[in-house]
């Protein structure tokens, strides 16, 4: 009886030290169990990825660590993380043309492109790290209040701007039609930051303007690439084809870009049918894609024309003007242009967000870059303040008189 009671005594013992060994366990496992597992409000945990490189690790530890330890973590819902991470993913391209659009973004961004939002009237982006005015759209409250193309925009409502993104710069400038925004910025030709005060409105993004001027030159004022730019740049060349000279000043200054259709269609009226007008390189394996001109024909025999370029002429104005300037078809006059020469495509991520991402570069006829480089103008016109003050456009002047 005793030995039965001893082995008893073992039996029990041995199960007590099994079952804490266990609880044990699932206590050691539970807490040192992968960090994705941990997280279970969370869908699509486990999404193939392209790379069998990619450790997630660290990212499910930080989301842990700051769902245990940060004191607002339940202010910010698992979606918004999600949203801020994704956004992170984007930025650590280093390429500030590629932006990830959470629900609010992506609405901004269709409206602004849709021809009508409200706010100040400036394209803006960044030069290395530092928020830039690529250029003002025409009569619009940045315009009437002297912001310039190459303006560095240091503050926005006091707000510094250092290691800002484009999407915020965007969010903060951007507001209620009437409510004012106050923006510190430093001119190229200054030493002293100076503080503009500009109201909100609703903005109509303008396209094309032209004229026969005193001195009889056809100018063209074109304002962006838009959709409808094609049609409205052939309803112009159809005037100046019934004028009664050939000279002609294409003006794309401040010109911020667009569609590279467009930029086709409208070189294809100065540059022979089946010649290059741009070059779309993807890089890798991928095949260049090559735009070649229609060949319009305007009619006019021996063309005499100028193109007006300055800091604000970005992307499809580049194409446009870089390809004329290659075939010796114009004279660029002005200053040197932006210097953005890449393709975004607007990516449908979920039913209110979307990927703007850079998927390839543009290259002129010669095949060179205009990420980063820009065109140099044939003739250089610097723009003083003095001339601005006095409203004297120089550049105009100049192309004026190397066409008379």
Same mark, same amino acid.
């Given at each position: 009886?005793?030995?039965?009671?001893?082995?008893?005594?073992?039996?029990?013992?041995?199960?007590?030290?099994?079952?804490?060994?266990?609880?044990?366990?699932?206590?050691?496992? $539970?807490?040192?169990?992968?960090?994705?597992?941990?997280?279970?409000?969370?869908?699509?945990?486990?999404?193939?990825?392209? /790379?069998?490189?990619?450790?997630?690790?660290? *990212?499910?530890?930080?989301?842990?660590?700051?769902?245990?330890?940060?004191?607002?973590?339940?202010?910010?819902?698992?979606?918004? @993380?999600?949203?801020?991470? /994704?956004? +992170?993913?984007?930025?650590?391209?280093?390429?500030?043309?590629?932006? *990830?659009?959470?629900?609010?973004?992506?609405?901004?961004?269709?409206?602004?492109?849709?021809?009508?939002?409200?706010?100040?009237?400036?394209?803006? +982006?960044?030069?290395?790290?530092?928020?830039?005015?690529?250029?003002?759209?025409?009569?619009?409250?940045?315009?009437?209040?002297?912001?310039?193309?190459?303006?560095?925009?240091?503050?926005?409502?006091?707000?510094?701007?250092?290691?800002? /993104?484009?999407?915020?710069?965007?969010?903060?400038?951007?507001?209620?039609?009437?409510?004012?925004?106050?923006?510190?910025?430093?001119?190229?030709?200054?030493?002293?930051?100076?503080?503009?005060?500009?109201?909100?409105?609703?903005?109509?993004?303008?396209?094309?303007?032209?004229?026969?001027?005193?001195? +009889?030159?056809?100018?063209?004022?074109? $304002?962006?690439?838009?959709?409808?730019?094609?049609?409205?740049?052939?309803?112009?060349?159809?005037?100046?084809?019934?004028?009664?000279?050939? @000279?002609?000043?294409?003006?794309?200054?401040?010109?911020?870009?667009?569609?590279?259709?467009?930029?086709?269609?409208?070189?294809?009226?100065?540059?022979?049918? +089946?010649?290059?007008?741009?070059?779309?390189? $993807?890089?890798? !394996?991928?095949?260049?894609?090559?735009?070649?001109?229609?060949?319009?024909?305007?009619?006019?025999?021996?063309?005499?024309?100028?193109?007006?370029?300055?800091?604000?002429?970005?992307?499809?104005?580049?194409? *446009?003007?870089?390809?004329?300037?290659?075939?010796?078809?114009?004279?660029?006059?002005?200053?040197?242009?932006?210097?953005?020469?890449?393709?975004?495509?607007?990516?449908?991520?979920?039913?209110?967000?979307?990927?703007?991402?850079?998927?390839?570069?543009?290259?002129?006829?010669?095949?060179?870059?205009?990420?980063?480089?820009?065109?140099?103008?044939?003739?250089?016109?610097?723009?003083?303040?003095?001339?601005?003050?006095? @409203? @004297? !456009?120089? %550049?105009? %002047?100049?192309?004026?008189?190397?066409?008379?």
């Amino acid at each position: 009886m005793e030995k039965i009671k001893t082995n008893f005594k073992y039996v029990f013992a041995s199960l007590v030290i099994i079952v804490v060994i266990f609880f044990a366990g699932v206590s050691f496992g $539970y807490n040192n169990r992968p960090a994705v597992d941990k997280v279970i409000a969370v869908t699509n945990k486990e999404a193939e990825i392209s /790379t069998e490189e990619a450790d997630f690790a660290p *990212f499910w530890e930080v989301w842990n660590e700051i769902e245990e330890k940060y004191p607002d973590a339940k202010n910010i819902s698992n979606q918004d @993380k999600i949203w801020g991470a /994704t956004k +992170g993913l984007v930025e650590s391209l280093g390429d500030p043309h590629s932006n *990830f659009f959470d629900p609010k973004e992506t609405k901004s961004f269709e409206e602004s492109i849709n021809g009508e939002f409200s706010g100040i009237g400036i394209e803006i +982006g960044q030069k290395d790290g530092v928020l830039v005015v690529i250029a003002p759209l025409e009569n619009t409250p940045a315009d009437k209040a002297g912001l310039r193309s190459g303006d560095l925009i240091l503050k926005i409502n006091s707000v510094s701007t250092a290691d800002m /993104t484009l999407d915020e710069a965007i969010e903060l400038i951007r507001g209620d039609i009437g409510t004012e925004v106050k923006l510190t910025v430093l001119s190229l030709d200054s030493e002293e930051s100076r503080e503009v005060s500009v109201v909100r409105q609703i903005i109509e993004i303008p396209t094309l303007s032209y004229k026969m001027n005193d001195d +009889g030159i056809f100018v063209i004022s074109l $304002y962006n690439f838009s959709s409808n730019a094609t049609d409205l740049f052939d309803q112009a060349m159809y005037e100046f084809s019934k004028s009664n000279t050939n @000279k002609l000043i294409v003006d794309v200054r401040g010109n911020p870009g667009g569609y590279l259709d467009g930029a086709v269609d409208i070189s294809s009226w100065f540059i022979p049918k +089946g010649q290059v007008v741009a070059i779309e390189s $993807y890089g890798g !394996d991928v095949e260049d894609v090559v735009y070649r001109s229609h060949g319009y024909n305007i009619g006019k025999g021996a063309l005499n024309m100028v193109i007006l370029v300055d800091e604000g002429s970005a992307s499809a104005s580049e194409i *446009f003007a870089g390809a004329l300037q290659e075939y010796g078809k114009a004279t660029l006059i002005g200053n040197k242009t932006y210097g953005k020469g890449s393709v975004q495509q607007l990516i449908p991520i979920t039913d209110t967000t979307s990927l703007k991402l850079t998927i390839a570069k543009w290259l002129t006829p010669n095949g060179v870059s205009l990420t980063g480089n820009g065109l140099d103008p044939d003739i250089s016109v610097p723009v003083t303040k003095e001339d601005l003050e006095a @409203k @004297k !456009d120089t %550049q105009m %002047q100049k192309a004026i008189e190397f066409l008379k």
